[in-house]
């Protein structure tokens, strides 16, 4: 277990980056960077292959060791000199962006200052003081590997020529990207001239030629010089246009006119207008007890299906009914159910019900025994009610095996004797549990009638060519006027037809003008 | 005259539940709360009386000689409820670990033979307009491979992030599959609609018909 | 109830924003109307979208989501079966 030197929480072997705080762990070999997964010694603070902090800023520099200071760019020790040192700035155009900074960081006195900061200070001076190395550059000179090597000096210069020759005319630079210009091209100015005006405030007094606190923002922390820099003539134009973009007061949005109160009283009287348009989409066709959807309901395929399913049963044969849903479901349902055991009874076959639900078992009891008056079957002799069944795979299966056993009916002595099975399920997950327990290991034939909300879920079992798993489907309160339709005897759910052919032109009304709306306002506000 | 009792009690109910459309209000708290009770009751009851009673009881009650395997269930159940205590909750791990067997094992014998088997075998037909019986079905039958394909796919998250022609492929699958899968939203979220218009629909017919006698 | 949120829903929520959202909305339309009588009515086109909709897209969606949780299942009752994952409790048999 390594433990991370940062925040002392232990990590596993192995490990380059703490749990915890996310800190580099200091391995046996050294400090991986997170940047460039260099590996560094020890003792670095920066990573010697890109320059990306390893220390984490919460650790006070006095707590840093100072010895990578010794930079090599004398633009940025130049700058940072005595009070005395600082020269008053000529114009404050440059300033002016940064009041706000100046008046932030003018509060805090500057005798007060910490004394890492201190050290800081005077570590440049030391340096500046002590006799000239052999490695420390000039101002604004390149290290020798920095340098544009001979055979590239040509093509610059080239490059140069054709612009001149195309007349393009010179951008104008602003004042901080001139100071960015490396100091060897002669005959441009002193990078003290144009640099504008050295920073009087802050931990950069007294450098020149600093950006603005503006392009600031995205400048990743590097020890390296800056190389040299040369841009194609457009890239000046568009610096420009970026100046003076960021430098341009914000204007104020033009929502913020809108009154708000305008707003939130559209968006409740929308509120209840829709409210009402689905609430008279339901309640006006039942009123009027129109009709025209019997007349016009087509019948899908998989409707038709089940009915064929259930229509070529022979005679006195043992269907298994499952009633698998839940009052929330039951306004489905329920009419689902009424159709297919009318239906049923009207083929002369004997029912077994079940149910996997609790209520299920109650709300089928009421539909069965309705139905079954109406059509003069015993219970008892003609169909049966085992009730609820509980305890998902397991208890169905003991239901479908016991059937021959001591707790079985008479009806059946085993589950391949069922000629059909009709499960009418609430929840998509009680048509796979019927599919997977008993009709996949029993090859007993199934159909389904499903909510609405499970039919997409079931229909793959519907639509499978290469093997029977659903002979028919039926969806919903539709699923269930189809029915009615197609065995000729109408009731609840062909009645419905008209209120749901209403709400759902109303929903998709809904749909097209809050799109409207939404374009419509997006194309104004443009 | 129950049966009238019934319906306005019913209807009352519904009309509180439709209030929550005004407002988060008390009665529509006291109706929700009246719906929880009622069917974990119910549920208690169904299960007592049409399970525990026929299947663990009566047989129980019969003479040693032949309810004695009846012992077993009725004891991993009691320990089943030891679960409620956290001290003696380990009690009830065998009574669990049972259950859980034995529900792992048909669902794995379920999902096989149910599920995956028969479905791949769906996804493997055939794409020849002479056999697939007309052209339209033959179109059907690519569209649905290449979506089958094309959503399992897009579920595939642990391919490297470079590039290759491997990632090159995964990737041109997962997009098709990222259609398909809209158009099977969009679809899915069509019928759940549906389902509640035809629910809410039932419940004006019981409102307008069994209550107020408006509709025939 | 949920009919009228979901009434408002679709006035608010279904913005074409892009493509996708198209797609979407565009499948949510065509099954609506083709599942009523109204559809036919409007068009014979209607119905049919919804059929080829409903059969073929979706179908093979569904399918590979079947698909998908079918093998999930497998996994996760050999783990149980193994010992390696004991959802009641207790820590795996065969963790590391």
Sequence with gaps: MINCPHCGASNKDGSKFCGDCGQPLITRNGVTCPMCDNLNPPSVTACTNCGARLIPVGVTPSEEPLELLEVEEGAVVEGVEGEDTVAEPDDRGESESLEEFADVSEAEPEEAMPPWLEKLRELPSEEAASEEEATRLAPGELPDWLEVPPEF????????????????????????????????????????ELAGPPERT???????????????????????????????????????????????????????????????????????????????????????????????????????????????????????VSHDYDPGVAGEMIPQAKAVVGHLMRRQVRLINVSLTPEGARLSREVVDEVAEAHGYEYGDDYLSLGYVVGVEAGLRSI??????????????????????????????????????????YGVPMVAGVSATADPLARPYYRNQAQHQLLGLMTGLVGAAEYERRAGHPGLALASMDSQSMVHIAMVLLVLVGNLAYLGGRLRGK | MSEVLTVWIAAILTLIVYSYLLADNPLYRLAEHLFVGSSVGYAAVVILHNILRPRLLEPLAQDAGVGWPYIIPLFLGLLLLTKARTTIAWLGNSSLAFLFGVGAALAIGGALLGSFLPQIQASWVSIWPA?????????????????????LAYFYFTMGSGRGARNALIRFWATVGKWVMLITFGAIFGNRIMGYVSLLIERAYFLLGDWLGLVG | MLAFYVARAAYRGFRLRSLESLAFIAAVIVVLLGQVPVGSYLSEFVPAAKEWILDVPSTAGVRGIIIGVALGTIATGVRVLMGIDRPYGGEGGSSQ
């Design chain 1, 153 to 192: 000096e040509e093509v610059l210069s080239e490059a140069g020529r054709a612009v001149e020759e195309e007349g393009v005319p010179r951008a104008e630079i602003p004042s901080w990207l001139e100071a960015l210009r490396p100091a060897e091209e002669e005959g441009v100015a002193e990078p003290g």
């Design chain 2, 131 to 151: 056999t697939a019986g007309s052209v339209e079905a033959a179109v059907d039958n690519v569209c649905l491979a290449v979506g089958t394909i094309g959503t």
């Design chain 1, 400 to 441: 479908v095996e016991g059937f021959g056993g001591p707790g079985g009916t008479d009806f059946v002595d085993r589950i391949e004797d069922v000629a059909l099975v009709v499960e009418f399920a609430g929840a998509p997950e009680y048509v796979r549990l019927w599919l997977e327990q008993v009709q996949a290991p």
């Design chain 1, 202 to 320: 802050g931990l950069l007094k007294g450098i020149r030629g600093t950006l603005g606190i503006e392009p600031i923002l995205a400048i990743p922390p590097r020890a390296a010089s800056l190389p040299a820099f040369s841009a194609p003539p457009h890239a000046y134009e568009h610096a420009e246009v970026f100046d003076k973009v960021v430098r341009e007061p914000a204007r104020p949005s033009a929502e913020v006119v809108r009154p708000r109160s305008l707003e939130t009283l559209v968006a409740s009287t929308m509120r209840w207008i829709i409210y009402l348009i689905v609430a008279t989409a339901v309640v006006v066709p039942i009123l009027r007890g129109s009709n025209w959807a019997e007349a016009n309901m087509p019948v899908t395929a998989s409707t038709m299906a089940m009915y064929d399913a259930i229509e070529d049963l022979p005679a006195d044969s043992v269907v298994l």
